[in-house]
């Protein structure tokens, strides 16, 4: 898998029950599977690394 980097919270809110924001003292992870989202973790090679046309319009990659 591909390296993550960490991400330093500095301060995280949640929505309270008036429907504001409120600073939460502790932290909560999510993701976006969490919303039912299909998450792709395959590792991909780099499109920089893919072979380019030799001019527009003509597709002449290997």
Known sequence: ???RPEIEIQQQTAFG???QLEV???N???SLEDFGADVDHRDRDSRLDRPEASEFGVDDRP
Do not use: A, I, N, P
């Open 1 to 3: 898998m591909s390296v």
């Open 17 to 19: 029950e008036g429907g």
């Open 24 to 26: 939460t003292e502790t």
């Open 28 to 30: 909560v992870e999510t």
